[in-house]
T-cell receptor, first 117, second 108 residues
Framework: GAVVSQHPSRVICKSGTSVKIECRSLDFQATTMFWYRQFPKQSLMLMATSNEGSKATYEQGVEKDKFLINHASLTLSTLTVTSAHPEDSSFYIC?????????????FGPGTRLTVL | EDQVTQSPEALRLQEGESSSLNCSYTVSGLRGLFWYRQDPGKGPEFLFTLYSAGEEKEKERLKATLTKKESFLHITAPKPEDSATYLCAGVNDYKLSFGAGTTVTVRA
């Protein structure tokens, strides 16, 4: 199989605090990991792409200083939402793929529901 | 700009009532078309990848087909457990672009 986990599954925090979300590939080594956010009844929007040991590539309009991504190993990537505000409340989903080609399947984690009060 | 459009937004079916979901795409340099299933509050679950026009893939009651501009997901004799949001996505050398999904509800 290809199992991806995320932790935590939901988090509630106060405005101005930082939140870290972990994404792990449990049974494979992921060459590339991706971070998406999803608003209700909308598409998944790609935020950034990360490769192990290198800096993440952010999509246009995504603030790299606000959404810090670290890809420390072939099985772990983290997303830190710094100084969170209510507009950052969303469903954050990571994905990982085994191979290095564009058509390799992305396997998704279960998502993290972030609520900023 | 790459675009993936799914229709209808929502589909309510009676158990056993077959139907089709549409995915229209304009993705430059398309390399493949993916279908995923997403349950409420969960991440997408991979179903199929289609690589070229004319290709078809099947899994249980689901069959996906691909043309040069569209993909269809056919649901044959659906059951209540097929209720979910079905997402399609086109991939090129840069990224995966998702449609907003079709939410399917199958009533017993």
């Amino acid at each position: 199989g290809a199992v991806v986990s995320q932790h935590p599954s939901r988090v509630i925090c106060k405005s101005g605090t930082s939140v870290k979300i972990e994404c792990r590939s449990l049974d494979f080594q992921a060459t590339t990991m991706f971070w998406y956010r999803q608003f209700p009844k909308q598409s998944l929007m790609l935020m950034a792409t990360s490769n192990e040991g290198s800096k993440a590539t952010y999509e246009q309009g995504v603030e790299k200083d606000k959404f810090l991504i670290n890809h420390a190993s072939l099985t772990l990537s983290t997303l830190t939402v710094t100084s969170a505000h209510p507009e950052d409340s969303s469903f954050y989903i990571c994905s990982a793929k085994k191979g290095g080609t564009s058509t390799d399947t992305q396997y998704f984690g279960p998502g993290t529901r972030l609520t900023v009060l | 700009e790459d675009q993936v459009t799914q229709s209808p937004e929502a589909l309510r079916l009676q158990e056993g009532e077959s139907s089709s979901l549409n995915c229209s795409y304009t993705v430059s340099g398309l390399r493949g078309l993916f279908w995923y299933r997403q349950d409420p509050g969960k991440g997408p679950e991979f179903l199929f990848t289609l690589y070229s026009a004319g290709e078809e893939k099947e899994k249980e009651r689901l069959k996906a087909t691909l043309t040069k501009k569209e993909s269809f997901l056919h649901i044959t004799a659906p059951k209540p457990e097929d209720s979910a949001t079905y997402l399609c996505a086109g991939v090129n050398d840069y990224k995966l672009s998702f449609g907003a999904g079709t939410t399917v509800t199958v009533r017993a």
